[in-house]
């Protein structure tokens, strides 16, 4: 099921949803741009090229910070100017969101490229630890930011229904990464500096993948109008009260 407004009798409407849609997902093709960058300074031995690789990903947030400028701007006039309702004020809302969550993807990006920077070249031990801790939540977040902008361009409601559970598997591999660097830490205090730099970077990773979680809610609030975020829980919970009157009544019955 994908979202569509439909044409409105004004033209100048659907123009400027379409130009904050352009920007919203510029944003996203430059936030998966720089978790490619980080990723490649994740992996480089040479402190000068991770430096230059740093550089270049400094250089392009600034132009993810513009557009999430110029989204907000653009938000605002539609919003003083056409009074959307229903339908059309989700569509903007969750465009409005995504940027947001796109915005803070690029802050990840950056923070690991600032520490990256100076991780890879730290001699063999740093190196292992980097690569047995930190190295295997990059796929995982990279998955899901790929599948959550397939999503926000597509506007695809049932595709984003997939992802709301999807960032467990990064969320366990980030915990498994903060087991074996507070090991590594307690162990030997020479590495503890280093540790912490890790446990930020994995952090990093780790919300990257909540900021995908949430792009995919953003899509299933605007398209079914309820907060997909609760959905699970209220579900659990049902079961469990569910279960609970069950073991109750059977409960009474053995009696």
Known sequence: MTFDTGEHIVSSYDEKISELRRTVLEMGTLAREQLDAVSMILGEYERA???????????????????????????????????????????????????????????????????????????????????????????????????????????????????????????????KALNRLSTVMSENPAMIQSGIDLVQVAKALERIGDHCENIAEHIVFCVRGKEARYAAYYAALQAQMTGAAAASHNSGDAA
């Open 49 to 175: 090229a991770a430096l230059a690789m740093a550089g270049r990903v400094f250089a392009r947030e600034e132009r993810i910070d513009q557009c999430d400028n110029d989204a907000e701007r653009a938000i605002e006039l539609l919003l003083a100017l056409r009074a959307p309702l229903a339908g059309d004020l989700r569509h903007v809302l969750s465009l409005t969101n995504a940027a947001r969550e796109l915005e803070r993807i690029g802050d990840e990006c950056r923070k690991i490229a600032a520490l990256g920077s100076e991780l890879g070249h730290r001699g063999t031990t740093r190196r292992s630890l980097l690569e047995d801790s930190v190295l295997p939540l990059l796929p995982l977040a990279t998955a899901l930011l790929d599948d959550a902008l397939t999503a926000l361009r597509d506007h695809d409601v049932d595709f984003a229904q997939t992802l709301l559970n999807r960032d467990d598997a990064l969320d366990t591999a980030f915990r």
